[in-house]
């Protein structure tokens, strides 16, 4: 314990209970032209309101191990930001069940795994949670990085939710590795978390997506299967380097520079009234962080 030393002067990690209103009528596909990532990230979506309850219930309990006030400070960010996530997410995931009520039964199978993982030892879950979060920056990168090609002339409500969870993704990058470093350490562990927490989410979101592209008659269609391997190939591409260089000795998540457009949009929330909804306008193909609301 305390192998680990945690940086000081680490800026606020702000909660943001942001109460994202979604249409009933929202169309699954809330990207016409790009229906099978669409699907993409509605599966990913599905994942959220168990795999981040799980994170916060391990935070929570590690917590009780740590005297650092700047650590613990960290965590309690973690978990608000976490919790507003996922809360969020339910209310989306509850509109997509009304087109396609067979994704009861890919909650079902996540609920089991996470109650089965929630009995495991402190350490292989926040190995598992250190590792699914440095997995996410790779992924932030890329959604951000590429938010014209993956968003543009998208649902707005959809798009500025995903991004707003990246960006608040990259705002508590260092908590989960921090505590993990902090409380346990080890080489080996931490590649496992990285690998099966990884592997674990995306498996997971991949029963859902493929799932309403049956429903929608597309898993069939060999030029659906090379649409779904090419936007896949691009996350290896784009996520594997923040993967590899978690791997490199003297790694920690605060030396990696975050996208210029994170910033931009925190300071764009600030400038909101209270209770307005961060709704990007995904006309405009840069996707500015700015709000048209």
Known sequence: MGIHTIPQHQPDIVVRRIPFAFDEKIDPVWHSEQPEWSHMVNGASLTMPYLEPFLIKTVREALQQVADPQLKKDVLGFMGQEGAHYKNHRRYNEILKQSYPELSDVEAEMDADYTIFQKRSLKWRLAYAAGFETMTMGMTEWLIGKRSTLFSGA???????????????TEHKNVAYDLYMHLYGGYWSKVWGLIFGSFHVGWSSRKGYIAMLKRDGRW????????????VAQFLF???????????????PSKVKDPQWVSDWAGAYESLADGHIPMLDTSDPEIPARFSN
């Not at 069939?220 to 936007?231: A, C, D, F, G």
């Not at 784009?238 to 920690?252: E, F, K, Q, W």
């Open 155 to 169: 649902d707005a409500s959809v798009t500025s939710l995903v991004l707003w969870h990246m960006v608040e993704e």
């Open 238 to 252: 784009h996520g594997a380097p923040a993967m590899i260089r978690s791997l490199v000795p003297g790694y920690h």
């Open 220 to 231: 069939n269609s060999w030029r659906s299967r090379l649409t779904l391997h090419i936007r």
